[in-house]
């Protein structure tokens, strides 16, 4: 006995808000440009409170090695209390 084959329409419409099926999409831009500042998580903590006292820290995007080195132990659900992501409900 073989299972009855449901159309993957007739599926979305019983789990998919209606007006996500029928909304427009549109393509999204190529470039996204970022406003603000980027707080390099170093393993110095000297750059790091620089930074938090307003300093801007020089990056080099063509030559990496001459970078800082970046703290690679970073959790971000540990950044993020749980309780502030119950407020965003």
Not at 5 to 25: G, Q, Y
Not at 49 to 62: N, S, Y
Request: net charge neutral; hydrophobic share 35%; glycine share 2%.
């Amino acid at each position: 006995m073989s299972s009855p084959v449901i159309p993957l329409a007739s599926v979305l419409k019983l789990v998919v808000e209606p007006s996500l099926l029928n909304r427009t999409v549109e393509k999204r831009p190529d470039k996204v440009k970022l406003q603000g500042r980027i707080l390099f998580l170093t393993e110095d903590p000297e750059l790091i409170r620089r930074q938090l006292a307003g300093e801007d820290l020089p990056w080099d995007t063509k030559n990496p090695q001459n970078n800082p080195k970046l703290r690679d132990d970073i959790s971000t659900d540990e950044i993020t209390p749980a309780t502030y992501l119950l407020l965003l409900r």
